[in-house]
Nanobody, 120 residues
Framework: QVQLLESGGGLVQAGGSLRLSCAAS????????MGWFRQAPGKQRDLVAD???????NYADSVKGRFTISRDSNKNTVYLQMNSLKPEDTAVYYC??????????????WGQGTQVTVSS
């Protein structure tokens, strides 16, 4: 099993920045990629960004150029730096870890979610 502990959400004005952190523990050897999803009220949960253990990154079109995903392997932690935030970025952000690939998920785990609210 893998446990994911998120931190860093909050309230920020449009144009501001936040950094989310997600620390993994447990069977971390089984993780092939980690990422962030978000879910706004009444909407589906969508991928925001992810990063493989090899360092390859992938971003949703809506956040390209504004968000940056990174990882600290020594700390088993993934970060999401969010700049130039917009009200439409408001959502609950969930950390995700998976075994396999994004196209062939063998097993995945979720964090508890952290609220990000961007005021206009």
């Amino acid at each position: 099993q893998v446990q994911l502990l998120e931190s860093g959400g909050g309230l920020v004005q449009a144009g501001g920045s936040l950094r989310l952190s997600c620390a993994a523990s447990g069977s971390i050897w089984s993780i092939n990629a980690m990422g962030w999803f978000r879910q706004a009220p009444g909407k589906q949960r969508d991928l925001v960004a992810d990063i493989t253990t090899g360092g390859s990154t992938n971003y949703a079109d809506s956040v390209k150029g504004r968000f940056t995903i990174s990882r600290d392997s020594n700390k088993n932690t993934v970060y999401l730096q969010m700049n130039s935030l917009k009200p439409e970025d408001t959502a609950v952000y969930y950390c995700n870890a998976l075994r396999g690939s994004r196209y062939a998920v063998r097993q995945q785990w979720w964090g508890q979610g952290t609220q990000v609210t961007v005021s206009s």
